[in-house]
């Protein structure tokens, strides 16, 4: 599978729109491990992995939060039109 086709599937919903949360979830995943590979690598500081986990934990949940307030807006949505949600 390529690198972009891989990318693209995790961000978008099933009807080919990009998901705003999911964008910021990888993005904030993306930067926590970059900031600690910068931790250990070029500052050359000890890998701190209850810290790690901590804003790992965090951040996923942030995500969760998010992902479930979308999907009970648009169950509320769909349930007001009697559809699908477009």
């Not at 978008?12 to 990888?26: K, P, Q, T, W």
């Not at 951040?59 to 648009?74: D, F, T």
């Amino acid at each position: 599978m390529k690198t972009k086709t891989f990318l693209t599937k995790m961000i978008d919903s099933r009807n080919g729109d990009i998901e705003a949360h999911l964008v910021l979830l990888c993005a904030g995943v993306a930067a926590l491990i970059l900031l600690s590979v910068y931790h250990v690598a070029v500052l050359r500081l000890a890998f701190d992995a209850e810290a790690f986990g901590e804003g790992l934990g965090f951040l996923l949940a942030g995500g969760g939060a998010a992902a479930l307030g979308q999907g009970l807006q648009r169950s509320s949505e769909r349930n007001k039109n009697n559809g699908p949600y477009q």
